[in-house]
């Protein structure tokens, strides 16, 4: 039975700012999974305290919110077949300059708080996340030819 996961991913100000939207993008894209939510925005406060509650008692936390907070960043939603796991191999661990290279991180990235992008970590992070800063209506289903072409039919089946 295939295991049809949603992650929140954010391009987070320094991806942003250093115009690597349409090469994230386009990584998972190609890798096949589906784009559901997509939207740039600035993140407030308030969703930052609740996207980073379990950092909330780091040294860090302050400054990982300012900066967060500090310029826009981009808000998507991807969908596929263990979609979490998928894309959190496509974005590489945490410390950039350590990141595997093929990586997000590992192929564009130095830092440990300047790393790009932000993917769910586990099926409970990805449906509290997806809530912080998409409604539902924004989250668009509908069906994609390419599914056909990536995935056979028994694994496609929910
Ligand atoms: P991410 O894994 O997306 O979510 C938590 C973020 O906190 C992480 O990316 C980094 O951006 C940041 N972070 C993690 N560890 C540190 C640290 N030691 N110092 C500063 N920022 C950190």
Known sequence: MADIQRSAVLVKPDGLQRGLIGEIIGRF????????GLKMMHMTD????????EHKDRSFFNDLKSYMASMPIVAMVWE???AIATIRKLVGTTLGREAEAGSIRGDFSMSQQLNLIH???NVGDAEREVKIVFTQDELIEYSSVMEELIY???ERKK
């Open 152 to 154: 056979a039919d028994f």
């Open 29 to 36: 894209e190609r890798k096949g999974l589906k784009l559901v």
């Open 80 to 82: 596929g077949v263990d």
């Open 46 to 53: 308030a969703q930052l305290s609740e996207w980073y509650v």
């Open 119 to 121: 993917a769910s970590a």
